[in-house]
């Protein structure tokens, strides 16, 4: 029963990583209908990003909260502005082609993204810097660490605001009116340009901490690593019902159990 124990919460905070991946996924296909073979990748650029800042940070000797403040604020501005560069000059010109023309600019998109980070930061593995040292909380005869413990509560808090901004916001009611009809959405006063924009921001930016939790829970980074990890988020996607965000959620936590 430990065993059973321990692998359940190994996949809980697998999980909730996978679910914010598949959030990226899931709120562009709603909107767009197209699947963004290149958000894992995005994700991937978020991880060395915030790697390159702790390795930066820490040297310099400064505490280790403010070192992950900076680098996940650094990684989401980096990869939301990724996100937008690549809504603008490879998905905005083929929104009325043929679906497999934006399905092939995706997977070219995120070969581009792969050896542009290969030639950046190199093909090998990358360590993490040792920042914590988390604590064993003793549950059931498993062990759930500190980090563990703040990177599912960090994950759950992060989708549950989404759900309450798509829900509740101006913004979100524009995202669910261009996800039901882009034509009659922009009669109606909406920017449909800016929504998929921020959708894409948004989306990328959610990639950028997934990214940050993928280097401390493991502690290294690599060029490659976003490929098996967006398969993965675009399994879950799909497994709770693609273009719905509650779904993506479920479908992370459920596939990240199941693996373990």
């Not at 082609?97 to 980070?117: E, F, H, K, W």
């Not at 960090?154 to 916001?169: P, Q």
Request: net charge positive; charged share 10%.
């Amino acid at each position: 029963m430990d065993i059973f124990a321990q692998q359940l919460i190994n996949g809980l905070v697998l999980g909730s990583i996978y679910a914010l991946v598949a959030l990226g996924y899931t709120m562009v296909y709603g909107i767009l209908g197209l699947i963004n073979f290149a958000h894992g990748d995005i994700t991937m650029i978020g991880a060395l990003v915030a790697l390159t800042i702790v390795q930066a940070l820490a040297a310099a000797g400064m505490p280790a909260p403010v070192v992950l403040v900076v680098a996940g604020g650094g990684a989401m501005m980096v990869c939301a502005a990724l996100g937008l560069s690549i809504e603008r000059v490879a998905y905005r010109p083929l929104r009325r082609a043929p679906r497999l023309a934006p399905l092939i600019t995706a997977i070219g998109v995120s070969i581009l993204l792969q050896y542009s980070a290969a030639l950046i930061w190199g093909k090998q593995y990358i360590a993490m810097p040792k920042l914590l040292e988390p604590a064993a909380i003793d549950i059931a005869g498993a062990q759930l660490t500190t980090l563990q413990l703040a990177i599912f509560l960090l994950a759950c808090a992060i989708m549950a605001a989404l759900l309450w901004f798509i829900k509740a916001s101006r913004m979100g009611r524009a995202m669910r009116a261009t996800e039901q009809n882009p034509d009659v959405a922009g009669l109606m006063g909406v920017n449909t340009n800016t929504v998929i924009a921020f959708t894409f921001v948004l989306g990328s930016a959610i990639g950028a901490i997934a990214g940050l939790m993928i280097i401390l829970y493991y502690g290294i980074g690599h060029y490659f690593m976003g490929f098996m990890l967006g398969l993965k988020a675009f399994t879950a996607a799909v497994l709770g019902g693609i273009g719905n965000v509650g779904g993506a959620v479920l479908g992370g936590l459920l596939l990240g159990v199941i693996e373990s």
